[in-house]
């Protein structure tokens, strides 16, 4: 199996910043799309960005500008810098990867546990 593990998260005033990271261990052979998911309370989670495996990048319109997403395959980990926080920005992070796993033909979908992330004077 695979597990999606996110750090990074915090509490910061807007106008600042955080990267997130999101490392995926386990029976992994590739891993295809890594995205980045926020959920706000009462809200439904909605996609921040994503990376492609050819490193090809899309982002939610609200975050264009002051959010990164970018990976390292080598390490199974994505990141997600965010710069320029602002109060609607606070949410919990999730992270989503497409894994194709060792010794199988299949592609299966892995979730992170999340990490909140917090934008308040």
């Known amino acids: 199996q695979v597990q999606l593990v996110e750090s990074g998260g915090g509490l910061v005033q807007p106008g600042e910043s955080l990267r997130l990271s999101c490392v995926a261990s386990?029976?992994?052979?590739?891993?295809?799309?890594m995205d980045w998911y926020r959920q706000a309370p009462g809200k439904e989670r909605e996609l921040v960005a994503g990376?492609?495996?050819?490193?090809?990048?899309n982002y939610a319109d609200s975050v264009k500008g002051r959010f990164t997403i970018s990976r390292d395959n080598a390490k199974n980990t994505a990141y997600l810098q965010m710069h320029s926080l602002k109060p609607e920005d606070t949410a919990v992070y999730y992270c989503?990867?497409?894994?194709?796993?060792?010794?199988?033909?299949?592609?299966?979908?892995?979730w992170g546990q999340g990490t909140q992330v917090t934008v308040s004077s």
């Open positions: 386990g029976n992994i052979r590739f891993i295809n799309d």
């Open positions: 989503n990867m497409e894994v194709s796993l060792g010794g199988s033909p299949y592609v299966n979908i892995y």
């Open positions: 990376i492609t495996s050819g490193s090809r990048t």
